[in-house]
């Protein structure tokens, strides 16, 4: 379930016309055959794993048309047309509350946590100091590469009611706060906890965005006197503005996705009222509930929502004249 | 360029210094408490910022045998099977796919690329592990995810990338495919090899839903799915779950932060050789339909 924004794409790149392994002529079929078998054999293993397991559960999605109970095949449970997805239009308010919670948490952090790799970048960018500099980012990309596990219980650790701070706090005769295990909270803690694990992260693909300005642009416009914001606003930003830009339809295609692994630890501790979403709708309605059908359905019907996302943001970035994902 | 103005500079110390600590500090509490003993923990009232009389007791406890010591086999098992079995395979393909018309690689380089806008989703996906017979065994942590597109394409771009010259001319001394990657083209990859095995690594050692969702017997469970139950739910660990020795536990918080160090510790072990590589490596890497 890894997802394409996980790593930092570069919007564009500049390759010099590397000699690259010539075309193979089109020959025969049977000659073709006996001469590319060996690769054929080589690509075996990788293209069975891939239509294992994406082209096979891709076609599974039948199940969301169907009465699927778990001591019948899919193929020997009835047809039952589009009632699973009757959950998705009657206004049925457990998905409604999974859907509105999805909502929210992402334009909460389409808000305020997609702007700040940004943000960070350019104060990392003003470092005059390259060892500092380096420094700094080793230890902001760490977290990174820590488990939503691990992130957990860390942020327990530190801000539960028994925690590092709560502790301190209580030392000292002051009062105590509690943001862990809060409903009303919830959604402001799992927002600090993506800032903390994953702006650093983020950094990266700005910096490599604005590494590649050519320094005598900067030169030039404080020559005409434009002083730092000037120079951040004119030469820095319209620089990365691709980047930002591919980076947002990627945000835009997960705009149903949001911190599955993060919410289903946290969960137990807020009830499914204020932390339900639809990647935990489907697992708790269809893995742990047994409305495989209904669940199904809705997975389903999330999917294709994100991949028109994708297409329709990027459409939109090409209207606008910039690069997008893909070309055509 | 322009005055350097004070108070902006002193805020950005301020801002990348606060960050900075926001990450560092909790390591520090939770490795200082992991090493604390009872007397430390109770006159602290729980955390313990800084140990005065540091004790490898939790450690002892929970690495002499039991549940923790069962997971981080497991944990290691996975990751290194799936390590090394993700990068032969993703070699493999990538190799076959950086041929340019050779026979199937375009349809199959677009399968593999699609892959990467369409997730099939939870249900299915579980129904298929379950049609395998794969629940509740290790290989469902594995094999699921074997295969990851976007390493595909970043290592068939750094294959392209190797000159014809070289392959071409051992082709015409006579080497087969498997000859020219074997000999030629993975010599000259090391450093997308080792960076793209170390995201399979972490990515293996850090799966916790995939855990969750297959694997059921409390004894294959790995590392992730042991944090989850003693750490973050805070189930509090009987003397049967540590190794046999002792019949008085160290401090539950004690060996909670143990469990917490013990999982992190390899990450931060391959850190600094993936953070040196991860720019260079990935950045060459371009998604191409």
């Known amino acids: 379930m890894s997802r394409l924004a996980e790593r930092p794409l570069p919007a564009s790149r500049e390759r010099p016309p590397a000699p690259r392994a010539p075309v193979r002529r089109s020959v025969k079929p049977l000659a073709r055959w006996r001469r ?45 047309g589009w009632d699973n997805f009757r959950v998705i239009f009657s206004g049925d308010p457990v998905f409604v509350n999974a859907l509105t919670n999805t909502l929210i948490i992402t334009l909460i952090q389409v808000l305020f946590v997609f702007p700040l790799p940004l943000a960070l970048a350019l104060l990392l960018n003003e470092v005059i100091s390259e060892r500092l500099k380096r420094t700094v980012q080793s230890i902001l990309y760490m977290p990174h590469f820590l488990s939503w596990v691990i992130v957990v219980a860390i942020f327990q650790q530190v801000l539960g009611n028994a925690g590092m701070i709560n502790a301190f706090l209580r030392a000292q005769d002051l009062e105590t706060f509690s943001i862990i295990g809060v409903p009303e909270l919830f959604k402001v803690l799992i927002t600090s906890q993506v800032i903390w694990k994953d702006t650093g992260w983020g950094t990266i693909i700005f910096l490599a965005a604005i590494s590649r300005v050519d320094t005598s642009q900067y030169e030039a416009a404080a020559m005409d006197g434009a002083g730092a914001v000037r120079r951040m606003w004119h030469v820095t930003l319209p620089a990365i503005r691709s980047v930002f830009i591919l980076l947002l339809i990627l945000r835009l295609g997960d ?40 669940a199904a359905a809705v997975g389903l019907t999330k999917g294709v929502i994100s991949v028109l996302l994708v297409l329709g943001a990027n459409k939109l970035a090409h209207m606008f004249g910039e690069r997008g994902v893909y070309q055509k | 360029m322009g005055k350097p103005n004070r108070v902006l500079m002193a805020l950005r110390g301020l801002i990348l210094g606060l960050g900075c600590a926001a990450v560092i500090l909790p390591f520090v509490a939770v ?20 140990v005065r009389e540091p004790t490898l007791a939790s450690y002892q406890a929970i690495l002499s045998g039991g549940v923790v010591t069962r997971a981080l086999a497991v944990s290691i098992l996975i990751t290194a099977v799936g390590s090394l079995l993700s990068l032969v395979c993703t070699a493999a393909l990538a190799y076959a796919l950086s041929r340019p018309g050779s026979l199937g690689s375009r349809p199959i ?6 892959t990467m806008l369409f997730s099939p989703g939870m249900i299915p996906m579980y129904l298929v592990v379950k049609q395998l017979g794969l629940l509740d065994n290790l290989l469902a942590l594995v094999l699921p995810v074997l295969i990851n597109a976007f390493n595909v394409i970043v290592m068939r771009e750094f294959f392209l990338d190797i000159p014809a010259e070289l392959t071409e001319s051992a082709r015409i001394d006579g080497a087969n495919d498997l000859t020219i990657l074997a000999r030629i083209v993975l010599p000259l990859s090391k450093a997308v090899i080792a960076v793209i095995g170390l995201f399979y690594a972490v990515g293996y050692w850090n799966a916790f839903f995939s855990a969750l969702l297959y694997i059921s017997s409390p004894e294959k469970w790995p590392l992730q799915l042991v944090l989850r139950t003693y750490v973050v739910n805070e189930t509090p660990m ?4 540590v190794g046999s020795g002792s019949d008085s536990l160290p401090p539950q918080l004690s060996i909670q932060m143990a469990i917490l160090v013990i999982s992190i510790v390899p990450i931060l072990l391959v850190y600094p050789f993936l953070q040196k590589h991860f720019t260079k490596g990935l950045m060459i890497g371009a998604v191409k339909g």
Do not use: C, M
């Open chain 2, 109 to 114: 380089l677009l399968a593999v690329l699609f």
């Open chain 1, 255 to 294: 705009a149903l996705t949001v911190g599955f692994e993060q919410i289903i630890l946290q969960q137990g501790a807020v009830g499914a009222t204020a932390s339900e979403v639809l990647d935990t709708y489907v697992y708790n309605h269809g893995i742990v509930g047994g409305n495989w059908g209904q």
């Open chain 1, 36 to 80: 590319d078998r060996l690769l054929l054999l080589l690509a075996a293993p990788g293209v069975v794993v891939v239509l294992l397991f994406h082209y096979v559960p891709l076609l599974g999605n039948v199940i969301a048309f169907k009465g699927y109970q778990p001591f019948l095949t899919i193929a020997e449970s009835p047809w039952v």
């Open chain 2, 238 to 241: 009987g003397v049967d779950d």
């Open chain 2, 31 to 50: 490795v200082s408490t992991s090493l604390a003993t009872q007397q430390e923990v109770t006159a602290n009232g729980g955390f313990v910022f800084w």
